[in-house]
């Protein structure tokens, strides 16, 4: 008979959810508008797109790297 301690760990739904929300991303974009002078020396606005990923959730802004990771490793 196995006794709880070699029976294998099963991991906790929610928590599995939890740390997923807190690393899950979602691409974005935004416009950087800079001034600039043209020949005749009048400024002109010009604009760039700028595409990166992003914390999907605004709460997960607020948690480092780091800590995910130690929860990650302490729940999964």
Do not use: C, F
């Amino acid at each position: 008979m196995a006794t709880p301690n070699q029976m294998p760990k099963r991991p906790n739904k929610l928590r599995q959810q939890i740390v997923g929300d807190l690393i899950h991303t979602t691409p974005s974009s935004w416009e950087r508008k800079t001034l600039s002078k043209n020949e005749e020396g009048k400024e002109v606005v010009s604009t760039t797109k700028v595409t990166n990923n992003a914390l999907r959730y605004a709460l997960a802004q607020n948690v480092s790297e780091e800590s995910v990771e130690r929860l990650a490793r302490r729940w999964l």
